[in-house]
């Protein structure tokens, strides 16, 4: 149990494109997501933290207008990167927590590795 | 912000050896986690240890952690050439359940 999925695995675009990640949370409900990005042989570096019905929020130095993030369901939250340039290519990883019980264990997605042309 | 420093940054050994990775860290944590990362992959959870916690151990892991010096330890014993991976120490603070994670350490074991 406990399996959080990402759409697409990977994707190539070209500058100036938007690109919309998926996070789905296939076999639990999850009222929060996270949303990292990493970078080759780097840490994860959190961007945001994604409640179900509520807005998004974000870290410091995360621009929001760049980043959309929506969690329209309990097991859905959607990464949108606006108006892709090169420097935003990345590996990105959500992660979902089992709302129960506290700690809250973290369950990663498999990541997207976006390119931008 | 990066919350934990990880040493070694990489680390070579051959199977059967035991390896030994360290993690720092800043702040108070309310636990510290552990995962692998295989190359260009997702993350597993390997072991969670509560800030009153020393020592805790899952299967060929053992995971210490030392409050006084802000640091923790994950051993695994006996290794594989399928722990070839690269290992994270991740810290939750009690800020919303957020993780901030450590530098990392990209372990390799050799046949």
């Known amino acids: 149990g406990a399996v959080v999925s990402q759409h697409p695995s990977w994707v190539i675009c070209k500058s100036g494109t938007s690109v919309k990640i998926e996070c789905r949370s296939l076999d639990f409900q999850a009222t929060t997501m996270f949303w990292y990005r990493q970078f080759p042989k780097q840490s994860l570096m959190l961007m945001a933290t994604s409640n179900e019905g509520s807005k998004a929020t974000y870290e410091q130095g995360v621009e929001k207008d760049k980043f959309l993030i929506n969690h329209a369901s309990l097991t859905l939250s959607t990464l949108t990167v606006t108006s892709a340039h090169p420097e935003d290519s990345s590996f990105y990883i959500c992660s979902a927590t089992l709302d129960r019980g506290y700690p809250y264990e973290q369950y990663f997605g498999p990541g997207t590795r976006l390119t931008v042309t | 912000s990066q919350q934990g420093e990880e040493d070694p940054q990489a680390l070579s050994i051959q199977e059967g050896e035991n390896a030994t990775m360290n993690c720092s860290y800043k702040t108070s944590i309310n636990n510290l986690q552990w995962y692998r990362q295989n190359s260009g992959r997702g993350l597993v959870h390997l072991i969670l240890?509560?800030?009153?916690?020393r020592e805790k151990h899952s299967g060929r892991l053992r995971v210490t952690l030392d409050t006084s010096k802000k640091s923790s330890s994950l051993l695994i014993t006996a290794s594989r050439a399928a722990d070839t991976a690269s290992y994270f120490c991740?810290?939750?603070?009690?800020?919303?359940?957020?993780?901030?994670f450590g530098t990392g350490t990209q372990l390799k074991v050799e046949l």
């Open positions: 240890i509560r800030s009153n916690e």
């Open positions: 991740a810290t939750d603070t009690g800020g919303g359940n957020k993780l901030t």
